[in-house]
């Protein structure tokens, strides 16, 4: 079931001392009102910034001394506990943002798209991608015929955005047009990057999530015939390539068959992995259910499910 995409993680204090992580973990901040799928992004002044999708908020983490301040509230909650403002990116010194499960498919009233931030208190909307999803609905089984958007990343005259419920990436451009980049099967779509022209893209896999579907893709949108860069990721929700071309993965960690489609993995099971000759390796481990992660130099920043901001040298 693709809506098992949006699962989250978080590392806690008690698991980061547990943990048997080759590298050392240490926390930046707390209290984020994140939920499953919370995005982050390196902002153009060097921070970082994070959707609270449970707050309507999106706020800015100096990485260093760990301070938290809001950057823009008031954003649509969401009606499930999915969603809300799931991503954001920045274009220049112009922050954008993706909002999912927030439309009158689901009882709400605001639109799932593409949001333009104006202000601490303002946006507008850039494109409704809710609505072009239930007018042209993918062939995936679906019961959210709005999506599940999931992350995005800039590209061009706007953005890439991935929707792990109906299994697909959109181009998305700052005029509001939108149009399929890739059409995949059941296989849940989730982070993405971009080197160049040639984009990866995290595949969570469906229940029961195998690490033999969670798999990084790589493609370009002139040839959209997607290769397996690597697998073995169990519940893959990000991939980041560090200034070395490198290709990194977050994956949630071990999921048990028994629990709910919607459910997290285990505790305390995710990893961050480095693709290697085409499988993914471990290099942090211990990791309590993370959402999303940037990489700086040798520096891996996680978010997790419980509002925590971690650092850990990869």
């Given at each position: 079931?693709?809506?098992?995409s949006?699962?989250?993680?978080?590392?806690?204090?008690t698991?980061?001392?547990?943990?048997?992580?080759?590298?050392a973990?240490?926390?930046?901040?707390?209290?984020?009102?994140?939920?499953?799928?919370?995005?982050?992004?390196?902002?153009?002044?060097?921070?970082?910034y994070?959707?609270?999708?449970?707050?309507?908020?999106?706020?800015?983490?100096?990485?260093?001394?760990g301070?938290?301040s809001?950057?823009?509230?008031?954003l649509?909650?969401?009606?499930?506990?999915?969603?809300?403002?799931?991503?954001?990116?920045?274009?220049?010194?112009?922050?954008?943002a993706i909002?999912?499960?927030?439309?009158?498919d689901?009882g709400?009233?605001?639109?799932?798209?593409?949001y333009?931030?104006?202000?601490?208190?303002?946006?507008?909307?850039?494109?409704?991608?809710?609505?072009?999803?239930?007018?042209?609905?993918?062939?995936?089984?679906?019961f959210?015929?709005?999506?599940?958007?999931?992350?995005?990343?800039p590209?061009?005259?706007g953005?890439?955005?991935?929707?792990g419920h109906?299994?697909?990436?959109?181009?998305?451009?700052?005029?509001?047009?939108i149009?399929?980049?890739?059409?995949?099967?059941?296989?849940?779509?989730t982070?993405?990057?971009?080197?160049g022209?040639?984009?990866?893209?995290a595949?969570?896999g469906?229940?029961?999530?195998?690490p033999?579907?969670?798999q990084?893709?790589t493609?370009?949108?002139?040839?959209?015939?997607?290769a397996?860069?690597?697998?073995?990721?169990?519940?893959?929700v990000?991939?980041?390539?560090?200034?070395?071309h490198?290709?990194?993965g977050?994956a949630?960690?071990?999921f048990?068959?028994?629990?709910?489609?919607?459910?997290?993995?285990d505790?305390?099971?995710?990893?961050?992995?480095?693709?290697?000759?085409?499988?993914?390796?471990p290099v942090?481990?211990?990791?309590?259910r993370?959402t999303?992660?940037?990489?700086t130099?040798?520096?891996?920043?996680?978010?997790t499910?419980?509002?925590?901001?971690?650092?850990?040298?990869?």
């Amino acid at each position: 079931m693709a809506l098992a995409s949006l699962l989250v993680m978080s590392v806690s204090a008690t698991a980061e001392a547990s943990a048997p992580s080759r590298h050392a973990q240490v926390l930046v901040t707390s209290g984020l009102q994140t939920s499953t799928g919370s995005g982050t992004t390196i902002g153009p002044d060097g921070a970082l910034y994070v959707t609270e999708g449970k707050a309507g908020r999106i706020s800015r983490v100096d990485p260093w001394t760990g301070g938290v301040s809001t950057f823009v509230d008031g954003l649509p909650t969401p009606m499930i506990p999915v969603g809300g403002v799931m991503d954001v990116a920045f274009l220049g010194h112009t922050a954008y943002a993706i909002v999912t499960d927030v439309g009158p498919d689901l009882g709400g009233t605001h639109i799932v798209g593409l949001y333009k931030i104006t202000g601490q208190h303002s946006w507008t909307v850039v494109a409704d991608i809710g609505a072009w999803n239930i007018a042209h609905p993918s062939a995936s089984q679906v019961f959210i015929r709005s999506g599940v958007l999931y992350a995005m990343q800039p590209y061009r005259n706007g953005f890439l955005v991935t929707d792990g419920h109906h299994n697909r990436v959109l181009r998305v451009t700052l005029d509001g047009e939108i149009s399929e980049a890739l059409v995949l099967g059941d296989v849940v779509p989730t982070g993405l990057d971009l080197d160049g022209e040639q984009v990866y893209t995290a595949l969570a896999g469906p229940v029961p999530h195998l690490p033999a579907t969670g798999q990084a893709i790589t493609y370009t949108l002139r040839h959209p015939h997607p290769a397996v860069v690597a697998s073995g990721a169990p519940l893959l929700v990000d991939v980041e390539l560090d200034r070395h071309h490198t290709l990194y993965g977050l994956a949630q960690g071990h999921f048990t068959p028994a629990q709910d489609p919607g459910a997290p993995a285990d505790p305390n099971t995710g990893m961050v992995m480095r693709a290697d000759n085409g499988h993914f390796v471990p290099v942090v481990t211990g990791l309590d259910r993370p959402t999303s992660f940037e990489i700086t130099g040798h520096t891996a920043w996680v978010t997790t499910l419980t509002g925590q901001l971690w650092k850990a040298r990869i």
